[in-house]
Nanobody
């Protein structure tokens, strides 16, 4: 059974770091672009980052550029989101999702992703 499982969330103070993992089982990430999204209470789901399968290009929303890094470990069938210099406004549930288009074209559109994980909570608070 195909599934995506996120982990690595938690409670950290402002300025802290977390590394989220998204593990795919039942299928390979190799033929998908992978995106990370987040949703804060009362807000719409927001695209955070995307990793292209065709050339490993990476994309970030402006608010996380220079602080977050998306990467892939094909051997572990895992995509990571390393988050540094975390801010209270980064607090949200973070989701990973797969895009069968393999590229990150229009990556912020959630409708381009066909498979989603259940999410992991990230809370930034002192």
């Amino acid at each position: 059974q195909a599934q995506l499982v996120e982990s690595g969330g938690g409670l950290v103070p402002p300025g802290g770091s977390l590394k989220l993992s998204c593990v795919a089982s039942g299928f390979s990430f190799h033929y998908y672009a992978v995106g990370w999204f987040r949703q804060a209470p009362g807000k719409e789901r927001e695209g955070v980052s995307c990793l292209s399968d065709t050339d490993d290009s990476t994309y970030y929303t402006d608010s996380v550029k220079g602080r977050f890094t998306i990467s892939r470990d094909n051997a572990k069938n895992t995509v990571y989101l390393e988050m540094n210099s975390l801010k209270p406004e980064d607090t949200a549930v973070y989701f990973c999702a797969t895009n069968p288009q393999q590229t990150c074209y229009n990556w912020r559109s959630a409708g381009r992703y066909d498979f989603w994980g259940q999410g992991t909570q990230v809370t930034i608070s002192s």
